[in-house]
């Protein structure tokens, strides 16, 4: 530390300061002060900071936002006081009897009661020594969670330092919720529907999954926000609950700004009453109200019961769930044949909105519940997900309504339907089916796949309504129908003009976008790469075997058998000879053997700013380079971007080169992006 400049230290630590005060504004307070663009630019200067001068770095830098290395299991941390699940009611009577039960065990005593709003999330606990986050742990089965401290510190709104000087706070434990708005989770369904992944069922399953991904990069991503409830210290003492709630607000955490404070049990019902008309005027959701008893000491006498305490109560809303008939149980046509059945209801209304159609998953589901058309049954909605059926009304089911046969031919084009061993799904095979033409079209021009601007589902709708495109390849012939198109309804010379630059634009995309782009089934946006590393051009992958792609790390046995079922279909290697006619790229760049990089091995960690990994991959190669997965003292040099992780220090231990993102891009010849 002796040897670096003090200006250097003092400037990483204003940077440091000023990061966590816009953090701090824009997630806690919603007071933005500065936009993203003046933000990432101080994150970035940062980063390259602590690269240069990793010394510096300590636990609650902002830089932690961003993600580190993957981790391969999250170790298990036992709860210093046990994280105790709450005794649910849905009635006035219950919430009563609660009181009843209070008294009796605080006989002629005073007390006040909380009531805070019930997040649906996830619950976590937090963990800070000297005012710095240390700890991030699942609830678990509450003796017992997981550490996922490198996850926790990329939610933006749990501070990484306290905002607090006072010393008996500084060592503490902080808990509360972990949820996503209603808004954000559906702006990321719909991100990830565009790109082909598959999207999620609500944001409390959503939140739940992310904060167990092993990769704290993509965590980051994830809008996730945390809510705190609970504070703990064994240096002061705590008296009351709802002073706690304002102390957490100081130390630099959400909490429920609706919390109130009520002398007697029918304020606690008309407020649990009040929210439930409310509760769709929330961004994010909540399924009742929580009651504790304010005073610490109040609780402690009162203690707990099995796993609940006899301090509070979780006040829950009726279910948003109705009864309705079921009119008619529809099958809808996925890009890939997939057929999904759909529920056609009794328009209903539940939760602020009108219900028509509900989600029936597969053929198992129906006959599980033995969901017949003409049954009345119970739709529940959540958030801004499709309803779903989650049970008959057995006692008012019509006489002589016949159990529900999933049919053998397909809704479209009546091609025989088929289900593989193992999967839960029918599938339609026949890839003239007019619906997975739509499906595959909307595919191949999504962002994530050949980006073809101009392309949207009623552009398609149209193309494939009146047969100008039976396929993909077909779009490549597109500007022989240039007049007819322009003569269309709401069309023009300029917007035909723009849709056919769009589709020839497209066949510079690069190799790997183009396989994605050809929806083979489990080929996602991350799985294409990998396999134009280890196949690179179409013929390689064709003539590939079940063994060979199955040796791939990342290649399983239902994407091995996927690949080989795709390029058995004559259909498929037909579309694939007209996509080469038309001048797609099926084929990696050839890597140069006398290029700069030749002979050499290289690892990247990190993020670099002017281009993705992918992307620096291919400059490597396109040298003649080669880019390993590990550090190992074969590696020629480590190129280090923002954030480096654990890659670094073993870099450093075994003597490698260290190159920063300006040195490689120096070498390749290629200009840093500064916009």
């Known amino acids: 530390m002796a040897s670096i400049d003090r200006s250097v230290i003092q400037k990483v630590e204003r940077l440091r300061k000023e990061l966590h005060r816009h953090d701090y504004l824009y997630y806690v307070k919603a007071e933005p002060e500065i936009n993203d663009e003046q933000y990432d630019t101080m994150m970035r200067e940062l980063q390259e900071l602590e690269i240069k001068y990793p010394e510096l770095i300590t636990p609650d830098s902002p830089t932690f936002r961003v993600g580190g290395e993957p981790t391969k299991e999250f170790p298990t941390v036992t709860h210093e006081i046990p994280m105790l699940s709450l005794s649910n009611t849905y009635s006035e009577e219950d919430i009563k009897d609660f009181d009843r039960r209070v008294r009796s065990l605080l006989p002629q005593r005073q007390f006040k009661y909380v009531c805070e709003l019930k997040f649906d999330g996830v619950s976590l606990s937090l963990r800070y ?341 039976k396929s993909v390849a077909d779009l490549y012939h597109l500007h022989k129908h240039r007049e007819e198109l322009i003569a269309l309804d709401r069309w023009g010379e300029k917007s035909v003009q723009n849709l056919l ?57 239902k994407i091995a058998e996927s690949i080989i079922h795709f390029f058995q279909n004559t259909h498929n290697r037909l579309l694939i000879e007209r996509l080469r006619k038309a001048g797609l790229s099926l084929s990696a760049e050839k890597k140069k053997l006398n290029g700069k990089l030749a002979g050499k091995t290289f690892v990247i960690t990190g993020t670099l700013s002017s281009m993705t990994r992918d992307q620096a991959k291919e400059l490597i190669e396109g040298q003649g380079g080669r880019v390993a997965s590990g550090v190992s003292k074969q590696v020629d040099a480590l190129i280090v971007g923002e954030d480096a992780g654990s890659k670094l220090e073993k870099a450093t231990t075994l003597g490698i080169e260290l190159w920063d993102e300006d040195r490689f891009l120096k070498i390749v010849k290629v200009r840093k992006n500064k916009d």
């Not at 809303?317 to 057929?339: C, H, M, P, Y």
């Not at 992958?541 to 990342?554: F, I, P, R, W, Y």
């Open 129 to 469: 020594r000297n005012g710095v986050l240390t700890l991030g742990v699942t609830r678990g089965d509450g003796v017992q969670g997981d550490d996922i401290t490198a996850n926790v510190k990329t939610i933006r709104s749990v501070p990484l330092r306290l905002k607090t000087s006072e010393p008996a706070l500084l060592d503490c434990e902080v808990r509360g919720e972990v949820i996503m708005n209603r808004k954000d989770f559906k702006r990321m369904n719909e991100e990830r529907e565009r790109t082909g992944e598959k999207t999620f069922i609500n944001p409390r399953n959503s939140t739940a999954g992310t904060l167990k991904m092993q990769d704290p990069k993509v965590v980051a991503t994830r809008p996730l926000r945390f809510f705190a409830y609970f504070l703990r210290t064994e240096r002061k003492q705590l008296k009351n609950h709802y002073e706690n709630l304002k102390t957490l607000t100081t130390l630099g955490f959400l909490v429920d700004e609706h919390a109130r404070l009520y002398t007697s049990i029918d304020g606690v019902i008309d407020h649990w009453k009040r929210f439930e008309e409310k509760r769709e005027s929330f961004p994010f959701d909540i399924d009742g109200i929580v009651v504790k008893v304010d005073s610490l000491q109040q609780q402690e006498t009162l203690g707990a019961i099995a796993k609940s305490p006899r301090w509070a109560i979780a006040c829950k809303f009726t279910s948003r769930k109705a009864e309705t008939r079921l009119n008619d149980i529809r099958l809808q046509v996925g890009r890939i044949g997939t057929i999904t059945p759909v529920a056609d209801l009794e328009p209903v209304f539940i939760g602020g909105t009108t219900v028509s159609r509900a989600s029936l998953y597969n053929e198992d589901y129906i006959r599980e519940l033995d969901i017949r058309v003409g049954d009345m049954v119970i739709v529940e909605r959540g958030g801004d997900v499709i309803p779903k059926i989650t049970s008959v009304v057995m006692e008012k089911r019509p006489k002589g309504i016949k159990p529900f046969r999933f049919p053998t031919k397909c809704p479209e084009c009546k091609a025989q339907l088929i289900r593989l061993q193992g999967e839960a799904n029918y599938f339609c095979e026949n890839e003239e089916c007019p619906q997975q033409i739509r499906g595959r079209i909307e595919h191949w021009a999504s962002r994530g796949a050949m980006d073809i601007e101009g392309l949207g589902e009623a552009v398609v709708d149209q193309l494939v309504d009146k047969k100008f495109v």
């Open 501 to 557: 630059d769009g589709i020839e634009q497209s066949k510079q995309r690069p190799f790997h976008r183009v396989l994605y782009s050809l929806g083979i089934r489990h080929v996602g946006s991350s799985i294409a790469p990998v396999l134009v590393e280890h196949f690179p051009s179409i013929d390689a992958l064709m003539k590939t075997t079940l063994d060979e792609l199955q040796s791939v790390h990342e290649i399983g046995p």
